[in-house]
């Protein structure tokens, strides 16, 4: 059974600039969260897909965006980069979104810097 | 409105004592799943346990033992004859319906050999 995965591992972007992390899914698992982890903080919930379709956000503007394909895999896509999102970017998959229980296995991450 | 306080922010202990992690939380649902995880200095976040709000049974797992209370709104986390491997930071979470989670803000564990 094959983890969580994300890519790249490490990315440096400007102020501005637009940037694309992308997520595996582990086998079998049709959600995908994102959550943003600011350094000494816990992760912020950003969005969730569920087959395809955003299915719950945090409070987090427009220009974080994302989508999720037919094999669950899942991009997060943010433009217009600001300094302060620099954090650390978590995906998590679960088998269903029906079950408030259901377990998330997060991946390794992915550190974004914005100069 | 939901939240997670995890009031410690950081704990160092001496190899082999007890240390308790302390999560209270607010919510008005009366549906909520509450979860604790683990995440070491990798990064990646472990899961250690999930609750049910209507079950208040607390837990045993080896080392690790959980303390649920509705009546205080707490969710305690206790490592017992702690070990190096356990320095990590903790986090406590709320999740209800609509698919959001909410994170304490972490505890950071130092086990000091």
């Known amino acids: 059974e094959t983890g969580v995965t994300q890519s790249p591992t490490h990315l440096i972007k400007t102020r501005g600039q637009q940037v694309t992390l992308r997520c595996s899914s582990q086998?079998?698992?049709?959600?995908v969260s994102w959550y943003q982890q600011a350094l000494g903080q816990g992760p912020q919930f950003i969005f969730q897909?569920?087959?395809?379709?955003?299915?719950g956000r945090g409070n987090f503007p427009p220009r974080f965006s994302g989508l999720q394909f037919p094999n669950y895999s899942s991009e997060l896509n943010v433009n217009a980069l600001e300094l302060d999102d620099s954090a650390l970017y978590l995906c998590?998959?679960?088998?269903?979104?029906?079950?408030?229980?259901?377990?998330?296995?997060f991946g390794p991450g992915t550190r974004l810097t914005v100069l | 409105a939901q939240k997670v306080t995890q009031a410690q922010t950081e704990i160092s202990v001496v190899e082999k004592e007890d240390v308790t992690l302390d999560c209270v939380y607010e919510?008005?649902?009366?549906?909520?799943?509450l979860f604790w995880y683990k995440q070491p200095p990798s990064g990646e976040l472990v899961f250690l346990i999930r609750?049910?709000?209507?079950?208040?049974q607390n837990e045993i797992s080896g080392r690790y033992s959980w303390n649920f209370q509705k009546s205080t709104s707490s969710f305690n986390f206790t490592i017992t004859a702690s070990q190096v491997v356990d320095s990590a930071v903790y986090f406590c979470?709320?999740?209800?319906?609509?698919?959001?989670?909410?994170f304490g803000t972490g505890t950071s564990l130092t086990v000091i050999p």
């Open positions: 897909y569920y087959r395809e379709e955003e299915n």
């Open positions: 919510t008005r649902d009366t549906t909520y799943y």
């Open positions: 979470a709320l999740r209800k319906a609509g698919n959001q989670f909410y």
């Open positions: 998590a998959s679960s088998l269903s979104t029906r079950e408030l229980g259901n377990e998330q296995f």
């Open positions: 086998s079998g698992h049709n959600t």
């Open positions: 609750r049910n709000s209507f079950d208040e």
